[in-house]
Structure formats: C-alpha cells, structure tokens
C-alpha cells in the first residue's frame, strides 16, 4: 500500500543561508527557500530547540558547561586531580576522547558528551547541560520533545540516531520508509565538520554538497516507491564564519590576579566567554579586562532577542560575545583556532540558517525555533 504523502525533515548542521546560495544548492529540486534566523549558541543549544520549539532560557541548553560548582557532578574527581597531573598526557586528544568516554559511562550520561579541553581541575565547577539522549523518548526532561510529540499524536514516526554517522543515518531513514514509516526526521552532523575545517575551500564545499545532493535524491527516490508524494525539507541550525583573528582571554584572566571558582567562574566558549561574578570587585576587574578584547557584553535586551535571559542567570551574569569571526583560543572547546567557527551575532551574514523544501513553506517560519511548529503541523496532515 502506498503513502497519501510522506514528510521528510533532514537536518544539515551549518547548511547557511549563504553557503546555499554562494553554491546554489538543489535550485530546482528545493524551490521554496526561506533565509532562518539562527537559534543563538551552538548546535548544543539548537538541537534542543529543533527539538522542542522552546528556546534555551526555557530548556536550559546554552553552551554544552556551565558554571556550578554546588550542582557540579564532577565533584569526586578532584580528590583524583592529582592522577592528572602530567598535563601534557591528559590533554592529548585520544586520551580526552577515552576519558570523555569513561566519564559518561561513569555518570549514565546517555546525551552527547566530550570533555573537550576543559581542564581536569575545572570539572569540579561545572555542571553539564546534556546529560540525556535528546532524541528518544522523555529526553528533555519536563518539556515534550519530538519523540513525545508525534507519538502522542499516533503518528508512524522515524527519528535518526544521532550517534551514527551521516551514511548510516541516511541508510536508517530508507530502511525505514521500507518499514512504512511516513514521518522521517533524519539528523546529519557531517558537513558542519567539513565546513570548520574547510570554510573558504569552494571545492572542497562544493564536493561535500554533492555528496548530500546524491543522499537527498537516493532518499527522495525511495520515499517516491512508497508514497503518492514527497514533502521534502532541508533545513540548518546555524551559517559558518571564517576565521578573522584570536583572542587570548583565559591568558589574560590567568594573569587578572582573580582566584577562578573564589572570585568568579567563567566558561569560555569558541566565541564567547561567560562570566559568573562572586564579588562586585571581581565584576569591576572582568568588565575593564574585557574592553580590550574585539566584542561586547550581551545587553539585557540582545539576551531577551536572543532566547536566552535567564533571571538566575545560569548561562552567566556576563556574556561576552566575541566580534564574528573572532576565535577564543584557547578555549574550554579547543587549542588551536577552526577556518570557520558558529556561534556568533545572529545578524551577521554568515549566521544565518537556511530551510529548503519541495513545497510550500508558511510565512510565520522565521526562525529554528519554528521548524518543530512545521513538523508537528506537516505530522498533523497525515
Ligand atoms: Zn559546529
């Protein structure tokens, strides 16, 4: 038996608004193309949007730390900071990965977790936002997230998992169109790593896009066999910035005379820095260090714009956000500075997300916090 219609939401992490344009991406196949404001942050904040339509002052998802050391559940490992004390070995990337891994064995984390660079004797302050899987069922907590959402509408629903790669997803969403499955939401996290390592690199771009235009027709093609038609719609979380300079805050907080975790707290993020004040004077020492630096405090309003004041002020009692294009390095997130980094003004040109689809799209998405609006109503029509 065949479908009336199948509906199928691919999500590309960092397809842009101007990348899609600069490469004319599927032109013909994808005719209703909208320019979306991204959700501020990262991808660890608009997953959670996608997923749930709230913004990350209500689901809590700003960068993937923040500062807390009374609900910190790394406590424990600072009576063993002193097993990492030959920094060299312990900052080794595979080494990292290893331990990221342990920790979120350890804990019964099962949402994405890495370590990054954050130090070792950091960990004790810091709590970790995404502690569940996302994606699955009851993942967000008290707010109902996709999964909870078209199941309790009874629709016949597929969702990737995102621990899989892009071909292993796209691979799942066919098999599941086979299954007769007529909703797909299928998650895809590969060309965001192309592009931070090979933003300004056209052909090397332009190869990637191929390769998804090839994954979107096998996809379309398939879905065509079992449905009278195809609703297909593409769309991001955020643009790619190219790399503009570096900035050097944590050197400069190492020598402010502040003592970290007595004074304030901080998280440092590729593109901004988040400050928690402890003392009025340590507010007073961050605010004149930072006036040199290429980028500005968040004023009341931006947070509110942005989706993400909070009056407890989790994400920080100052969020500097760096000019676009400016890297934080070294950062919580990384040594060495990325050719394109997200997470920057949503106004700039390269921030901007992007929805592509074969059909007709309402006015009123505008923004990433709209896309699960459009989903549940596309899921609603079948
Ligand atoms: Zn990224």
Not at 164 to 183: H, M, P, R, T, V
Not at 310 to 320: H, K, S, T, Y
């Amino acid at each position: 038996m065949k479908h009336k219609t199948i509906e199928i939401f691919l999500f590309i992490d960092a397809l842009g608004w101007k990348i899609v344009n600069d490469h004319h991406f599927m032109m013909d196949f994808l005719p209703y193309r909208k320019k979306i404001n991204m959700q501020f942050g990262y991808s660890s904040s608009a997953i959670p949007t996608i997923l749930s339509g709230k913004t990350p002052a209500e689901h809590g998802h700003l960068g993937l730390f923040r500062f807390a050391p009374e609900t910190s559940p790394f406590k424990f490992l600072s009576r063993w900071a002193w097993l990492f004390k030959p920094a060299g070995f312990w900052s080794r990337g595979r080494v990292r990965h290893h331990l990221s891994r342990l920790l979120k064995k350890l804990y019964g984390f099962t949402g994405y977790f890495q370590l990054y660079r954050m130090p070792i004797w950091k960990l004790k302050f810091v709590d970790y936002c995404e502690k569940r899987d996302l994606f699955i069922a009851n993942g967000m907590e008290n707010i109902p997230n996709l999964w909870d959402t078209l199941k309790s509408q009874g629709v016949d629903f597929h969702i990737s998992d995102w621990h899989l790669s892009d071909s292993e997803n796209y691979f799942a969403a066919a098999k599941a169109i086979e299954n007769g499955k007529n909703f797909l939401f299928v998650y895809t996290a590969g060309f965001d790593g192309v592009l931070h390592d090979k933003a300004g690199d056209a052909d090397a771009v332009q190869r990637k896009l191929d390769e998804i235009q090839n994954q979107i027709s096998h996809l379309y093609e398939k879905a065509m066999e079992h449905a009278e038609e195809v609703h297909f719609t593409v769309f991001s979380d955020h643009g790619m910035t190219p790399l503009a300079g570096t900035v050097d805050i944590m050197g400069k907080m190492a020598e402010s005379g502040l003592v970290f975790g007595k004074d304030y707290g901080a998280c440092y993020d590729s593109t901004m820095a988040r400050f928690h004040y402890l003392s009025e004077h340590a507010k007073s020492v961050i605010t004149e260090i930072m006036q040199e630096f290429p980028g500005h405090f968040l004023s009341r309003e931006e947070e509110i714009q942005y989706g993400i004041y909070r009056e407890d002020r989790m994400f920080g009692d100052g969020i500097f956000l760096l000019d676009p294009g400016i890297q934080i390095v070294p950062s919580d997130m990384g040594s060495a500075p990325l050719n394109g980094m997200h997470g920057f003004a949503p106004a700039n040109e390269h921030s901007f997300a992007a929805l592509l689809s074969n059909t007709a799209v309402p006015e009123e998405v505008k923004h990433v916090a709209d896309y699960f609006k459009l989903m549940i109503e596309r899921a609603e029509t079948l």
